[in-house]
């Protein structure tokens, strides 16, 4: 589980800011303030190293599951100079990965050549100290067409590593004898670091600001991928590979009030086609048989629901059978939902955490979800769930993004144990509640 995100001259955000993370976490905050921002952070990492090779990714604008056009269209302020920082922080270990502008003489290179560039440098120097190095440091000199590496490197007095690309604990001692001994330490140490971002960034997941409409039928997707998607295109494939345990999903939605049951139902005469259907809980025919009708023929609300709650079906499974926690990533999770909804909603996101807080107090492995939301109906839920003594307060992050002048800033606003604020809350979203009950207007003008 993420623990915090370090955004530093990523598009609204300028300077380094460090965004605390729990298993449940909220972003509020005005429309254009930088919440989006942050899952977007996480969704271009998540390509960039899905994509991969061996060793350091470039960061990947424009992808599968984030499109943000050019590099440039990231950095801060539009600035080529500014250096963009994408960090994690799991627990007390970090990872941080610094990408620049390209030059036009960067070369294509895989990871490995990158890694073995950075060892020789190591080993001319005839010490172990510690470099910096970035993905866009790999050039290519077209005149002798040898690639090398460009960065900065500095001796360290007490012979350890440190690295812009790092997993924290200021590094490991690499004193041993024979010079290849040292570089192979180096690249293993490069390459583990590798492994574990690319093995955190894969259990994320995300679910966009408005799903498609049910449709009559879907296409089963061949790809072998097992994710809603961000729209909910593949909810249909994702229903058909999870059909052996459809009585849990289904579980779930009737306790979130959903009044129907899922099935998937082959259309033989479509080619690779399903249909979603949902069975009516409430009615049956006359004659006693179950009233079954497609996913478009029911509310628009229930179409908006269902894909959030088949992925965190999949990701909770996944969890329980394979011990590998992910991180769900909603926007909008109100979308088209009654309040009574969005309360069943957020208490389904909560039961793991309170089942753990009942536990063991804190060492179950969890899956952690992330919202970006405007409904002060999540809020008010997540502060009754603290106040009842179900979720610890430290297991939920209230997150205010606000844009400023001199860039976007994130406040946490804490909870105390019994689910109150312990800072004023800042402008714009719950003063709006009371002026609404409390304050007179005398006219809405022209």
């Known amino acids: 589980m993420f623990t915090s995100l370090i955004l530093e001259n990523f598009k609204g955000y300028g300077t380094r800011t460090e965004i605390p993370l729990a298993p449940i976490t909220l972003l509020l905050g005005a429309n254009s303030s930088g919440k989006s921002t942050v899952l977007q952070a996480l969704l271009a990492l998540r390509q960039s190293w899905s994509r991969r090779h061996d060793g350091f990714s470039d960061l990947e604008t424009r992808g599968p599951y984030s499109s943000l056009g050019r590099f440039g269209n990231v950095q801060h302020a539009h600035d080529p100079a500014n250096n963009v920082v994408l960090g994690l922080r799991r627990g007390d270990s970090v990872t941080e990965f610094t990408y620049g502008t390209p030059s036009p003489e960067v070369a294509e290179a895989d990871g490995l050549n990158r890694i073995n560039e950075l060892c020789e440098m190591v080993l001319e120097s005839g010490e172990v100290g510690r470099f910096e190095m970035t993905p866009w440091s790999f050039e290519h000199d077209p005149s002798t067409d040898r690639s090398s590496v460009r960065g900065t490197y500095s001796l ?28 192979a330490s180096l690249r293993v140490l490069i390459e583990r670091t590798a492994y574990r971002a690319e093995r955190w960034l894969q259990g994320i997941r995300h679910i966009g600001p408005s799903r498609i409409a049910g449709q009559r039928a879907y296409e089963r997707d061949s790809s072998g991928n097992d994710e809603v998607g961000a729209w909910g295109q593949n909810l249909a494939t994702s229903l058909s590979r999870a059909e052996s345990r459809l009585d849990v999903l289904n579980e779930r939605l009737v306790r979130v009030g959903v009044p129907y049951a899922l099935s998937v139902r082959d259309l033989d005469t479509l080619g690779d086609t399903v249909e979603i259907l949902l069975e009516d809980l409430r009615h049956r025919r006359p004659d006693g048989r179950p009233i079954r009708v497609g996913i478009s023929d029911v509310g628009f609300g229930v179409g908006q629901l269902i894909p959030v709650l088949v992925e965190w079906h999949a990701m909770e499974e996944r969890r329980l059978d394979t011990r590998a926690g992910g991180t769900l990533l909603v926007e909008q999770p109100e979308l088209h939902l009654h309040p009574a909804w969005q309360v069943e909603l957020v208490h389904e996101f909560a039961r793991p955490v309170a089942a753990r807080h009942r536990a063991d107090g804190g060492s179950t492995l969890l899956n952690q979800v992330l919202l970006e939301t405007h409904s002060p109906v999540i809020v008010r839920t997540l502060q009754r769930l603290v106040r009842c003594k179900i979720l610890p307060a430290a297991d939920v992050a209230i997150l205010h993004v606000e844009s400023g002048v001199d860039g976007t800033r994130v406040k946490r606003i804490g909870i105390d144990s019994d689910g109150t604020f312990d800072s004023d809350w800042p402008e714009g979203f719950f003063p709006q509640e009371e002026d609404l009950l409390f304050d007179d207007i005398a006219e809405l003008g022209d």
């Open 156 to 183: 360290d007095d007490d012979r350890s590593i440190e690295r812009r690309i790092h997993w924290s604990r200021t590094g490991r001692e690499l004193l041993v004898d024979d010079e290849q001994d040292k570089a």
